[in-house]
């Protein structure tokens, strides 16, 4: 069974910094493409970044150039590092797996998710 479970999460000032693992149990990293997503309250799921099996990257407009996805494959564990953070980043992220190499902006593309962990930017 494959389950990916987040860490990272908190409260952090406008221009400080988070770093979000997703650990993936039951597959190896490099077999597939990862992502993240968010969900702020009372808004639809958002894409934030996404890394393919062969370690391309991908970003949503809002976060590029602020934040960064990375792979361990090592740790079967892939991150998001975020800089910068503005309030508008408060939300819950979500990692998610894909089960093909290819990365995909859309969710409906990922076949396991996260938990989810909270993200609070306090201006």
């Known amino acids: 069974q494959i389950q990916p479970v987040e860490s990272g999460g908190g409260l952090v000032q406008a221009g400080g910094s988070l770093r979000l693992s997703c650990k993936i149990i039951?597959?190896?990293?490099?077999?597939?493409?990862q992502g993240w997503f968010r969900q702020a309250s009372g808004k639809e799921r958002e894409f934030v970044a996404a890394i393919s099996a062969s370690a391309n990257t991908y970003y949503g407009r809002s976060v590029k150039g602020r934040f960064t996805i990375s792979r361990d494959n090592g740790k079967n564990t892939f991150y998001l590092q975020m800089n910068s953070l503005k309030p508008e980043d408060t939300a819950i992220y979500y990692c998610?797996?894909?089960?093909?190499?290819?990365?995909?902006?859309?969710?409906?593309?990922?076949?396991?998710w996260g938990q989810g962990t909270q993200v609070t930017v306090s201006s």
């Open positions: 998610a797996v894909r089960s093909t190499t290819s990365a995909s902006t859309t969710d409906s593309h990922y076949d396991y």
């Open positions: 039951g597959r190896d990293t490099d077999s597939g493409a």
